[in-house]
């Protein structure tokens, strides 16, 4: 099909949800996209943080196929072999030390809620409130549009999860202010995605850290973004040297096949029981492998240390670009998670950029988002900000 045939049968058969797009992505491989056209795009959003090591890798292709032809799907009324694998890989590379997998992002938060609730009341001390952060996004299900910091998610769906309040990120004074004692988990991004790549202030997440321990609330981190190499470590909290109590990851996981997890300490995993929670599809065989698959190639020695390496390079030579283009108010984040605020709307330059032949994406009205796939080379980074340099130029 061309681009407007798809976009006429879309338009007749698919809710409106996603409004309207420029293209139909049919292929991929690596950093490179091509159209329905057959034009060809280098990817610096990589469907959101998702195939994080570039489109169709190659040893996760390798690993869906095989498993495509064994097994696709069995139910968790069995043992799962690839699930159970992956599963050792998480627990051997994390502080966590037991999980349990789900679909994605929203789903693996719900689970997260979920076992904080219970394992309090399995404790006989039940505190069922949730501090959730202003400006973070944790995904679009009733109970995490009501953690979701951003009232423009939760528009219309009311009446919301009762429980939730919000604090300000990077405000540890009303962060203690809020934990009462029917608080009994504190949910945040270590860096935050959607709500405009926002970076903690020095010693935040410590803070926060020695504040759930000293008040006895179980610490969250969201990682459904940040995860997964994203940041320049296989977590985002690995840069501060703190470990939650309770990890959700999703995104990168499968390099785009759905998965997503939950991972928790064996004291909080208490809080969970045979038949207190489950999911049909969660940690199937063949999303399992991919997840495996995906793995195996981030914990490569180097892999992830090159990214960071490139990530560097990146933010050095926005820097630059900041100091000389006015209309760039900051340059944030870590790793390959890059935020650029600008002064006005930045829907303008994301259409621009595209037709110069780079996906790239907002975080918020005002900030410019790129998420490259990890394995983006140096060239194609210099290539991408010289394409930004002239765009910026002809603005002004
Ligand atoms: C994308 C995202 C989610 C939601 O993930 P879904 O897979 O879309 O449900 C949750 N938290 C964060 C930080 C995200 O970036």
């Known amino acids: 099909m061309k681009t407007d045939e798809i976009k006429a049968l879309n338009n007749q058969c698919i809710i409106n949800t996603y409004g309207d797009r420029k293209l139909a992505i049919v292929r991929g491989e690596g950093t490179k996209l091509w ?6 795009y280098v990817d610096f959003f990589a469907g959101i943080a998702v195939t994080n090591l570039g489109h169709c890798h190659p040893e996760v292709t390798e690993a869906v196929c095989r498993q495509a032809r064994t097994l696709v799907h069995v139910s968790n009324l069995y043992y799962i072999e690839p699930q159970v694998e992956l599963a050792g890989i998480l ?47 944790h995904g679009r299900t009733f109970a995490t549009i009501t953690a979701t910091g951003q009232p423009k998610y939760r528009q219309g769906f009311e009446p919301l999860l009762p429980g939730i309040v919000y604090v300000e990120f990077n405000d540890i004074a009303e962060l203690e202010s809020l934990i009462t004692p029917e608080v009994g988990a504190v949910i945040l991004e270590p860096i935050q995605g959607e709500g405009g790549v926002r970076v903690p202030s020095d010693n935040y997440l410590k803070h926060v850290r020695d504040l759930c321990t000293r008040k006895n609330v179980l610490l969250i981190f969201d990682e459904v973004q940040t995860g997964l190499g994203r940041t320049g470590k296989l977590f985002a909290h690995q840069h501060y040297g703190i470990t939650p109590d309770i990890m959700t990851l999703a995104k990168g996981l499968g390099n785009g096949v759905p998965i997503g997890a939950m991972g928790c300490t064996n004291e909080v995993s208490s809080g969970f029981g045979p038949g207190s929670h489950a999911c049909t599809f969660g940690g199937n065989p063949l999303s399992s492998a991919a997840a495996v698959a995906t793995m195996k190639v981030l914990t490569r020695p180097g892999f992830i240390e090159t990214a960071a390496k ?14 000389k283009h006015a209309q760039i108010v900051e340059v944030r984040g870590k790793g390959l998670m890059v935020g650029i605020e600008m002064k006005d709307p ?18 918020g009205p005002n900030v410019l988002r790129f998420l490259p796939p990890l394995i983006v080379a140096v060239a194609e980074v210099d290539r991408v900000v010289d394409i930004l340099d002239a765009i910026l130029g002809e603005a002004s």
């Not at 159209?35 to 060809?40: S, V």
């Not at 789903?107 to 202003?134: C, D, H, L, M, T």
């Open 35 to 40: 159209d329905a056209e057959g034009r060809e």
């Open 91 to 137: 627990c051997k590379n994390s502080f966590a030390d037991k999980w349990f997998f789900c679909n994605g992002g929203a789903e693996a938060n719900e689970a997260a809620f979920k076992i904080s609730r219970r394992y309090w009341v399995q404790k006989g001390q039940p505190k069922p409130g949730i501090i959730s952060a202003n400006q973070s996004f």
């Open 310 to 323: 490139t990530g560097d390079h990146f933010f050095t030579r926005l820097h630059k670009l900041a100091k």
């Open 346 to 363: 930045v829907a303008p330059i994301i259409g621009r950029m595209l037709d110069a032949g780079v996906i790239c994406g907002p975080a």
